[in-house]
């Protein structure tokens, strides 16, 4: 059973558009999510986090938003650059004796067209 | 180095083959993740250690798979007996805190049992 679902396997932009990730998950213990990118043959970059009692966090171009109430998160890359075409990771952390391990989703693969 | 060395980067083991796999964190990070990926998938949990001692390596699929950090510093994935699929990309993130926020990864050792 998949916690995490990233049901998007991957997304074309046009450079200079807004880029939307979108991420669901199950459990509502989960208290606080990030999003990761990874680029080929190297390991995950953390990108940004939010936690659970906020519905949104900027940082630069990315913004992570949170609906607690529809336990979807979506990332939000603008304006999109060819270097930001990676896979990107949706991950969740849960309070409590599990809080330290992350469950992460399947990636989104996005590609910025210059 | 500044980021976290895994080696090797890659390892083809014939079934059956003990393998080893290292992991360097960055100096002085208290908490050590190891993830299993799969292809196609993101990274699943494997164990984690705070310092020397193994708080959580519910995330290990069989006994076969077995780690250690015996100073608090390097730690080693071992697996004996290797199967086909095992087959994965194994990554080793650290942190400076308990917490996953801002876990850095390493670049991963992608093993192949043939």
């Known amino acids: 059973d998949q916690q995490v679902k990233q049901n998007s396997p991957s997304l074309s932009v046009q450079e200079g558009r807004i880029s939307i990730l979108n991420c669901d998950y199950t459990?509502?213990?989960?208290?606080?999510f990030l999003w990761y990118k990874k680029y080929p043959a190297e390991g995950p970059t953390f990108l940004i986090s939010i936690s659970s009692i906020k519905d949104k966090n900027e940082d630069g171009r990315f913004t992570v938003f949170l609906n607690k109430s529809a336990k979807h998160l979506s990332l939000h890359i603008v304006p999109s650059q060819p270097g930001d075409s990676a896979v990107y990771f949706c991950?969740?952390?849960?309070?409590?004796?599990?809080?330290?391990?992350?469950?992460f989703g399947k990636g989104t693969k996005l590609s910025v067209i210059p | 180095g500044a980021g976290v060395s895994q080696s090797p980067r890659y390892k083809v083991a014939k079934r059956g083959q003990d393998v080893a796999l290292r992991c360097d964190p960055i100096?002085?990070?208290?908490?050590l993740f190891w993830y299993q990926q799969a292809l196609g998938q993101g990274p699943e949990f494997l164990t984690y250690f705070q310092n020397e001692a193994q708080l959580d390596k519910s995330g290990l699929p069989s006994d076969r798979f077995f780690a250690e950090r015996p100073e608090g510093s390097v730690s080693t994935l071992k697996i004996q007996r290797t199967q086909q699929e095992d087959s994965a990309v194994y990554l080793c993130?650290?942190?400076?805190?308990?917490?996953?926020?801002?876990?850095?990864f390493g670049q991963g050792t992608r093993l192949t049992v043939v």
């Open positions: 993130a650290s942190s400076l805190v308990r917490l996953n926020t801002e876990a850095f």
């Open positions: 991950a969740a952390g849960g309070a409590g004796a599990g809080s330290y391990q992350l469950t």
């Open positions: 100096s002085g990070h208290v908490s």
């Open positions: 459990n509502s213990m989960f208290d606080y």
